[in-house]
């Protein structure tokens, strides 16, 4: 260890030094009236790939029917005349009729060469390469721009060209230093490779893996475009509690904390579903909400203690309705983030655009596992079977808590394409309404992708004096030491008493439909903040 630390320490030397030398230039420049942090504002007409588009375009349009010289038969000398004349005609035609741009985006690489240098500005959409001429910028502003730093964020002004090498380049007429860089930013080569380091500085995930920023683009553009379907369909988005004295709507173990001014106990909200349903009963026939919920429970590469739940509610359907809902959308959303509605994750290929299965709980376990339910009579021959099959339960479980225990262990990890897993128990279900043929079972369904569940909907219970008893059976869970039981929900029971339409409800988790449509292995990586443990 001893050896270690003294490798280690001429490097650390060496950065430190560094960092010296990037806050002694920020010096030198505040001391000369240039301080970057005291500029409010600037104007960017364009980004790096609007640049780009914006010069094929023009491009195409000013050497329209221009063919490639041809050099059969010369030389080398020879060919390489006719070519940089050809190079020079175009840039004659292009820069007689120049696009003048104004970007703005950090430094991420520099190469200084006399009395032209280049550089490479990279924004939000992209990155361009800029040639900066000490001639045309002028001396003093091409020698503050000799001692700037990869990581600087600079605003460039100039007119777009082709290099020989057939880069679409800026011409720098202006460079302004914006935002002085006092850290070192990983090299460029190696990139920010450490899954720790991104999570907890994901700013600097961003400014280095453009393979990161796409992710996150693109999960901006999923819960836009759930929106903009939602609202095609009608429905009213709202905001609903996310301090609450009850916490329902979920099996899960809530946060607990103190509100001062009220001297009481309040809960982080696990769910959205009993305030959704309370708007169904004052008449708003079809809203939803889009926000975080909590759940103090475990960390692993599908959960994450906070996260983003979607929920709906639409009176005068049932759990049929929803499905329909729940396909049509998730084909609209995966067509409009990648433009496609079949798509890989991992080495899986996922189709959308097919029919999504449809199967009840107890015929994917008679599949999957070989064990009928519907010829099981008691909740004894249940836990028998269990034994037999190996399958783990506890003493207050009854039939149908058994069977969902078989479809978590025998069925999930086939469901690869989009299936609907219908007609759960009712033990499992407080919240949903028994269906009338089979009342021992209920109308919810759950989707399954890649053998995760998605989705979570039902044809909700309207039925008072049945929500108050499943209520009562939670109640009694909780008593048994269930930390994820419900509780009796008074406020809710008197709003299902002054009556609410038959309904139809869906919760979605929009983290693992953002990692399925990004292809991305672990939550974390399409949470832009995860939680981690403190690292004090």
Not at 194 to 222: C, G, H, P, W
Not at 243 to 257: I, Q
Not at 307 to 319: G, I, N, P, R, V
Not at 328 to 333: G, Y
Request: proline share 3%.
């Amino acid at each position: 260890m001893g050896n270690e630390n003294t490798n280690n320490q001429p490097q650390e030397q060496d950065i430190n030094q560094l960092l010296k030398v990037r806050r002694e230039k920020l010096a030198a420049l505040q001391e000369a009236g240039k301080d970057p942090f005291k500029i409010t504002k600037y104007n960017q007409t364009h980004h790096t790939d609007d640049c780009k588009k914006l010069y094929e375009e023009h491009e195409a349009k000013l050497l329209a029917g221009r063919k490639a010289p041809s050099t059969d038969g010369l030389d080398e000398q020879a060919a390489r005349e006719v070519i940089n004349n050809d190079y020079n005609e175009r840039r004659e035609i292009m820069d007689a009729s120049p696009i003048e741009v104004s970007i703005a985006g950090r430094m991420m690489f520099k190469r200084v060469m006399g009395k032209a240098s280049f550089c490479n500005i990279q924004d939000l959409k992209g990155n361009i390469q800029v040639y900066v001429a000490r001639d045309v910028i002028g001396e003093e502003s091409y020698a503050d721009f000799k001692k700037s730093d990869i990581g600087d964020i600079y605003g460039v002004t100039g007119f777009l060209f082709r290099t020989k090498t057939g880069e679409i380049s800026i011409h720098a007429d202006s460079m302004t230093l914006l935002s002085k860089s006092l850290q070192i930013l990983p090299e460029k080569f190696h990139g920010l490779t450490d899954t720790d380091t991104r999570y907890r500085q994901r700013y600097i995930d961003l400014i280095m893996n453009a393979e990161s920023k796409d992710t996150f683009v693109k999960r901006s553009k999923m819960i836009a475009s759930i929106r903009a379907f939602l609202n095609e369909q009608g429905f009213m988005e709202v905001e609903t509690p996310m301090l609450v004295s009850n916490a329902g709507g979920a099996a899960a173990r809530p946060f607990e904390t103190h509100f001062n001014a009220l001297d009481e106990d309040f809960r982080l909200r696990i769910s959205l579903e009993l305030y959704l349903k309370r708007l169904i009963v004052g008449g708003l026939e079809r809203v939803f909400e889009i926000g975080r919920v909590f759940r103090n429970e475990g960390l692993d590469t599908r959960h994450n203690p906070e996260f983003t739940l979607m929920e709906l509610y639409q009176a005068y359907t049932d759990y049929y309705g929803m499905m329909d809902l729940t396909e049509n959308m998730f084909r609209h959303v995966a067509g409009e983030v990648l433009g496609t509605t079949k798509f890989n994750y991992g080495d899986v290929e996922l189709d959308f655009g097919k029919p999504f299965e449809r199967i009840t709980m107890v015929d994917a376990v008679k599949k999957y596992s070989g064990v009928d339910f519907d010829a099981i009579k008691s909740d004894d021959e249940a836990k028998a079977i269990a034994k037999e099959k190996h399958v783990e339960f506890e003493d207050h479980h009854k039939k149908g808590d058994i069977l969902n225990l078989f479809f978590e262990e025998f069925c999930e990890e086939h469901l690869v394409q989009p299936t609907f897993v219908m007609d759960h128990p009712v033990e499992i279900s407080p919240l949903t309404k028994r269906k009338p043929d089979k009342p021992e079972y209920v109308e919810r369904f759950e989707l399954f992708i890649n053998g995760w569940e998605m989705c979570n909907a039902y044809s909700e219970l309207n039925d008072p004096i049945d929500q108050r008893e499943r209520f009562k059976a939670q109640d009694a869970l909780a008593d048994m030491g269930d930390e994820e039981a419900n509780h009796t929900d008074e406020d809710f029971l008197n709003a299902l008493e002054i009556g609410m339409a038959p309904t139809g409800g869906i919760g979605y988790g929009l983290d693992r439909l953002a990692m399925l449509l990004t292809n991305s292995p672990a939550i974390r990586d399409v949470l832009l903040f995860p939680t981690m443990k403190s690292l004090n």
